[in-house]
Nanobody, 125 residues
Framework: QVQLVESGGGLVQAGGSLRLCCAA?????????MGWFRQAPGKEREFVVA????????RYADSVKGRFTISRDNAKNAVYLQMNSLKPEDTAVYYC??????????????????WGQGTQVTVSS
């Protein structure tokens, strides 16, 4: 069983930056592809970004390309999401997730095995 705990959310003005962290425990972190998803009020959970087990491959949603950067540190059992040039439409609860499946399906939420509780990101205009 893998436990995931997100941190780093908060309130920021448009154009600002935040760095989210997801700390993992209870499993072999390096065997999981990791993803970030988000869910805004009244909307479905959507894919944001994913990173492969080794960190060698990444995939971004078009809405965040060029603004967000995912990274991971397998020695520290952590994955990070650097968010720059934030926009009000980025406001959502951000969830970290771990998947034992192929990176091919990394954009599909139902393929993830473990989820964190989420951290709120609010971007004011």
């Amino acid at each position: 069983q893998v436990q995931l705990v997100e941190s780093g959310g908060g309130l920021v003005q448009a154009g600002g930056s935040l760095r989210l962290c997801c700390a993992a425990s209870g499993g072999t972190f390096s065997t999981y592809n990791m993803g970030w998803f988000r869910q805004a009020p009244g909307k479905e959970r959507e894919f944001v970004v994913a990173i492969s087990r080794s960190g060698g491959s990444t995939r971004y949603a078009d809405s965040v390309k060029g603004r967000f950067t995912i990274s991971r540190d397998n020695a520290k059992n952590a994955v990070y999401l650097q968010m720059n040039s934030l926009k009000p439409e980025d406001t959502a609860v951000y969830y970290c997730a771990a998947s034992s499946r192929s990176f091919i399906v990394a954009e599909t939420a139902r393929t993830y095995d473990y989820w964190g509780q989420g951290t709120q990101v609010t971007v004011s205009s």
